[in-house]
Each structure stands twice: as C-alpha cells, then as structure tokens.
C-alpha cells in the first residue's frame, strides 16, 4: 500500500523564478493538502484540493497555486520566489469529510538562493 | 490566528525513563492528532483522538482527549533510542476548517542510552 509520494526530494532555484512540485496521495485517498514547514517550525497549512478544486485557503499570496487532477495526484506551484519561500513542502491526503487525520509525505526541501 | 502551545520545547532522557509532553489552546478544537517528524522525513500520524476523554494507545503511547476540548497529552512509556525525533500535536478547530490543521511548533526528544 503506496503512502503519500512525493518529487523531487530537493530542488535549489534562484529569486524570480517559480517551481512546480508534484504529490501523489495514499492509495484510497481523494484529498490533498499542502503545507509549508520552515525550521524549526511546525507544518503551516498552504490549501487543499478535492475534486480538482482548491476549497480551503491558509494566509499564503497567490503567488502559491495548486492543482488537482483526476487521478487525484496534486501540484503546487509557486511564482515569483522570494528568499522567504525557503522551506520543506509537505503535502498530506485524506478521505475527504470532517476531521479526517492526514497522512504526509517526506516533502519537497526548497532551497532559494 | 488559533495556535496550539506545546510544552516542553525539548526534553533530554535516559533510555527506560516516562515521557509526558502535551498541548494547549485558547480555543476549542474537535480533532486532536498526534505526528512524530524525524530528520528528512515527512511527519508520521501516531495517535488520534476525537472526542473529549477520549484516552487512546499505540503500543507504549498513550495520549489523551482533554475534557476542555483545549488541550491534549500525550505520554511515551520506557523510552527507547528510536523513540527521538520532533512529536507534534495538530487539531482540527470547530466551524468547518476540515483542511486546515493547525500545528504546534513541537517537542524535540533526545533519549540519550
């Protein structure tokens, strides 16, 4: 039973540009979530797709966006990276419905030079 | 924003000792979940628990549903090396939020042999 996947493990990029990181969910899964984790720090929640839609939504800019398909698998993408946007990437999947624990990934290490 | 307080920031034991740590909140949550985070890897679900009193175990942990819905405890019994690594609490708060988990900023444990 394949829990939830994630790619790449590590990616370095510069200030301006934007990235895309990829999630495959728990097998049975329909729900993805996404979450920034900086050092030291616990998971900061970013936003959630199911049924190929965003329906929740943390404190982050729209410079982070996602996707959802219909596989169910998941992409965030964010644009225009600043320093700041340095962090471990967590992506989490669960069935969907009130209170349901979420199971992570080992995440995406972002590094902005 | 809601934050959950976790206490101790980090603890250092012998092997064999008890382990009690625990999280508070100024507000309500409906869902208490516990994870444990080991270096380069994505936070693993331990325990959850879903109502008041609720008491759950899993092998030698054990954590608890506070009566006041703001807090949780969890405890680890006779301690082990392979029991190091970063236990955060995380919650759902009622009034819908069914993606966003709200973390803590976690207790490091260090069991020293």
């Known amino acids: 039973d394949a829990g939830v996947t994630q790619s790449p493990t590590h990616l370095i990029k510069t200030r301006g540009q934007q990235v895309t990181l990829r999630c495959s969910p728990k097998?049975?899964?329909?729900?993805v979530s996404w979450y920034q984790q900086a050092l030291g720090q616990g998971p900061q929640f970013i936003f959630q797709?199911?049924?190929?839609?965003?329906?929740q939504r943390g404190n982050f800019p729209d410079r982070f966006s996602g996707h959802q398909f219909p596989n169910y698998s998941s992409e965030l993408n964010v644009n225009a990276l600043l320093l700041g946007d340095s962090a471990l990437y967590l992506c989490?999947?669960?069935?969907?419905?009130?209170?349901?624990?979420?199971?992570f990934g080992d995440g995406t290490r972002l590094s902005i030079l | 924003g809601q934050q959950l307080n976790q206490s101790p920031q980090s603890m250092f034991i012998q092997e064999g000792e008890d382990v009690s740590m625990n999280c508070t909140s100024s507000?309500?949550?409906?869902?208490w979940l516990w994870y444990k985070q080991e270096p380069g890897e994505g936070p693993v679900l331990l325990i959850a628990?879903?109502?008041?009193?609720e008491l759950t175990s899993n092998g030698r942990l054990t954590a608890q549903f506070g009566i006041t819905r703001k807090d949780s405890f969890l405890n680890i019994s006779a301690s082990i090396p392979s029991d190091v690594g970063i236990y955060f609490c995380?919650?759902?708060?009622?009034?819908?939020?069914?993606?966003?988990?709200?973390f803590g900023k976690g207790t490091k444990l260090s069991v020293k042999p």
């Open positions: 628990l879903y109502k008041a009193g």
């Open positions: 097998s049975g899964h329909d729900t």
């Open positions: 797709y199911y049924e190929e839609e965003e329906r």
């Open positions: 507000s309500i949550f409906n869902t």
């Open positions: 995380a919650g759902y708060p009622p009034g819908g939020s069914q993606g966003n988990l709200i």
């Open positions: 989490a999947s669960s069935n969907r419905g009130s209170n349901q624990p979420q199971h």
